[in-house]
């Protein structure tokens, strides 16, 4: 039996569940007072992006039932090292990363959609051991690029999303990759740049696929 592995990149690229409150009430946990979020940045411009990788897991998936070629879907991992490429305004990010987290939070209310100031945000609570609120930040920023040359949290739920309506397996090769970092932040241990794997990532890449290729070729038996 042959397979197709097909860990699938963005090739052209929910909307964000930003709630008016996120970062004031982090700002109090990390000591910048501010006091609430301005209404979030409109993210549908980026849909085409979304609708452009959705159709191109269409059309693999019907080039291989067409071929009756067993396909495997893979979920797709990224560097939280690297901050977002572009964001709305052109702050530079170096910039941001050196205002301090009360002039984040004060930034943040007035441009909450920003990736730039979001990324830098997410080192507050990094700093402080809150990895979990340091990734919802940072996986933020990477929704909000807009310059999307990586997978970020919403490709990896059109990749399941797919597998769940054509029924095919997945190799989880995003959360593989995650759950061998602290916090579920992989960077530069895994990671060549912002998203290709470097050869240790590749080695979580190539076992997570194969044990799902030995395990769509040997399926459990149903019992009766």
Do not use: Q
């Amino acid at each position: 039996m042959r397979f197709e592995a097909i860990s699938s990149r963005p090739h052209g690229f929910d909307s964000c569940s930003w709630r008016p409150n996120a970062v004031s009430s982090s700002a109090d946990r990390y000591g910048t007072g501010s006091k609430g979020c301005a209404a979030p940045y409109d993210t549908a411009e980026k849909e085409p992006f979304y609708d452009a990788y959705r159709e191109n897991l269409e059309s693999i998936v019907a080039l291989t039932r067409a071929a009756r070629v067993p396909l495997i879907l893979g979920t797709l991992a990224y560097s939280y090292e690297h901050p977002p490429h572009r964001a709305l305004t052109y702050d530079a990010y170096e910039r941001a990363a050196e205002l301090s987290a009360r002039v984040l939070g004060e930034r943040l209310d007035a441009d909450s959609g920003n990736a730039f100031l979001l990324y830098a945000w997410g080192r507050h609570p990094r700093a402080a051991g809150d990895l979990a609120e340091a990734r919802r930040f940072i996986d933020e920023a990477f929704l909000h690029d807009r310059e999307p040359r990586r997978a970020d949290p919403r490709i990896n739920r059109i990749v399941r999303e797919m597998a769940g309506r054509y029924e095919l397996p997945v190799a989880d090769v995003g959360s593989a990759v995650a759950a061998t970092a602290a916090g579920r932040m992989p960077g530069n241990e895994l990671f060549d740049e912002h998203c290709h794997l470097n050869t240790r990532g590749n080695e979580i890449l190539i076992r997570t696929f194969a044990e799902r290729i030995v395990n769509a070729a040997n399926p459990t038996p149903r019992r009766r």
